[in-house]
């Protein structure tokens, strides 16, 4: 096992009615600005249990903070927040928010240019305080310190983590994520997915219980996803995703051992140029990094073979192949197209995609640092 | 899944050498004490890493804290802390120095008696801030924010919880725990193996991941138990089980399902009235709690069976009475005696436990809180 450093401050507040309960969380005194989306909040209810738990306190809006939240969006928040003296955030919304809702705590107090935070990695050194009210399982923003952004004009889509962005607390009531279509329930399982293969699926660090939480999740997900699909408001299985995508990305399957994301940049960039959603460039990545990474990955390919989707006839070759086919099998099944030519992207796109990542100095990525633009190209001319 | 809150803001330091970046996390201007036990650190080279990291800093120190420890000791740290206005603590040891460590720091700011912190429930407002360098893996002490305390005067073994009482960090150098006896790394794979079944072996809450995460952790156990009595230097191993101790009792195997305790109430009996060590009382309690309790316990003994140890063949019957003798083959494979009799502790024993623990309020025990003194009694019959 690696050494390691684990710190999670995060209060999450699980379950039904949790709502209810955010009142006590935030200074009685605080001037609290929302912020959320494109008003789904406001259909299904959970903008009106925002504001009931709220009553009689001093509160703001900022509402149209997009997918792949923008720059350009997120500072006009910052400028609203120094205007009426804002002092407490509360996320209601996405993975998108909740970053979204990151960038602007540190913005605030950010001397400069705040695109810096993203671009130079310049230290975040304060942040205000915010909450959140999660209601898209997916990216497990709601229980991290990290954040990506997406700078509209030059379309760079960059990430960046401070200590000081960690949520107060994060609400996780399943109810609320009854109404999002297919679509992004689809999204969020691939999503959860991939964060734990971008932790786990790397080689041997002698960390079994590392490498069996991973494969915990991992399997929820299989059996879960489609009862949630299937069954919207089987409270359980959602309960179920919710969890398993907030355990995914908060830092503990992660501690102690190597880690890739290999996948997770080239699909940035696939984000920035083509507008495929978050998840979709997942699906269309993964399977490819796990072909062309075969050979570095071959141990963990193994054990994910066996432990994971319970293969265990046939030659290792054989029984790689099974793994990763399961893998872009099980993407499709919860509605998630794995193919770059699903998306209308041709391959004579790769080297724009290879040009991005090396102006965000992507060029050596991967468990050894062994990912360069030549290998990148490999991975996507298998995307096709 | 039931609702749930998690909070947990322990930041760990987990590795080689960690010792030394634990200035780092003290105020540069305070006052501190460090608390340990019998003086084992002082064989072993920790107290001299503790030193070092803290050169230059205003250092006090407090020993002797007890295995179990006594409320008449930590008074008299208390008593020390006010006369020279320490205002951080620093606990080096094994769960019961970090136990002692968390009452103390409750105790003094505590108005009125504090054993009443535990005897009557009275809530902690305020604590000092602490830190610990963890040297035995077992209790989980180390990243929770509960303490069991004993009043030696009475025999009284009392347990209190409070926010106020989480490490501010903890050190887990593997390394440290080389030197401990085969008796106390046997304790701790008991104790860690006991917290998990006590969160896990109830009834089925339609929660895979946390049920998937409690047999990750007991297999791991199981595994690298066994190693690292064999070989006290392997790091890994080493590093495995302390990881795993860890993960056992920092909430969130327990977030969202219900949870058993009995075993653990009973064994703090025996402990207060026949000075067994803790682990010892797990040990001998837990196989026959499980037997008492086996109808109510059945769907969970049965996956238990199958997926922690294997055991798919014969009928249900078999698999479950199965399943509790290996869990008993185990704690005894690990060097801990599983009958009351290897202790010298007569079936003449029981009315006393019984009638402490109606005195301590511990009358419906049990994840159907109808676990009652007839119960207990036909449990520690079996223990004999």
């Known amino acids: ?114 695109w810096d935070i993203l671009a130079k990695n310049a230290p975040v050194t304060a942040a205000l305080p915010f909450g959140a009210v999660l209601t898209l399982p997916a990216t497990g923003s709601e229980m991290n310190d990290g954040s990506v952004v ?32 297919p679509r992004q329930i689809g999204n969020g399982i691939v999503d959860a997915y991939t964060h ?16 069996r939480m991973a494969e915990s999740i991992l399997k929820t997900l299989i059996e879960e996803g489609p009862k949630t699909l299937a069954n919207p408001q089987d409270y359980d299985a959602r309960a179920n995703l919710v969890w398993s995508a907030t355990m995914a990305l908060n830092g503990l399957i992660g501690a102690g051992v190597p880690q890739d994301w290999t996948t997770h940049m080239i699909g940035h960039e696939l984000t920035a140029l083509h507008g495929l959603d978050h998840a979709q460039t997942l699906a269309v990545v993964l399977p490819s990094t796990l072909t062309i990474r075969r050979d570095r990955k071959w141990q963990k390919l193994l054990q994910y073979a ?36 699903d998306y209308g992207v041709g391959l004579d796109s790769i080297p724009a995609i290879i040009k991005n990542l090396e102006k965000h100095g992507m060029t050596a990525l991967g468990e050894y640092e062994d990912v360069n633009p030549q290998v990148v190209e490999q991975i996507l001319a298998l995307c096709a």
Chains 1, 2 share one sequence.
């Open 306 to 341: 066996e432990r994971v989707w319970g293969i265990v006839d046939g030659d290792q070759e054989q029984r790689v192949n099974d793994a990763i086919a399961k893998t872009r099998n099980f993407f499709e099944s919860v509605g998630v197209r794995t193919r770059l030519s």
């Open 196 to 211: 734990v293969m971008e932790q786990y699926l790397t080689y041997p660090a002698n960390a079994p219980l590392q490498d």
């Open 150 to 181: 997406t700078k509209w004009e030059t379309k760079d889509k960059l990430f960046f983590a401070s200590s000081q962005v960690f949520p107060r607390f994060s609400v996780l009531d399943p109810e609320t994520t009854y109404s999002l279509p």
């Open 1 to 114: 096992m690696k050494n390691f450093a684990f710190y999670n401050p995060v209060k999450i507040l699980f379950g039904k009615g949790q709502i209810a309960n955010i009142a006590a969380e935030i200074p009685a005194d605080a001037k609290i600005l929302i912020t959320y989306g494109g008003g789904s909040i406001k259909a299904n209810g959970v903008y009106d249990q925002v504001k009931s738990a709220l009553a009689g306190r001093n509160v703001f809006e900022f509402g149209g903070i997009e997918p792949n939240p923008h720059l350009e969006t997120l500072l006009k928040a910052v400028e609203l927040i120094r205007k009426e003296g804002i002092d407490f955030l509360l996320a209601v919304g996405g993975g998108s928010v909740v970053d979204g809702t990151k960038f602007i705590a540190a913005a605030v107090f950010f001397e400069g240019d705040p």
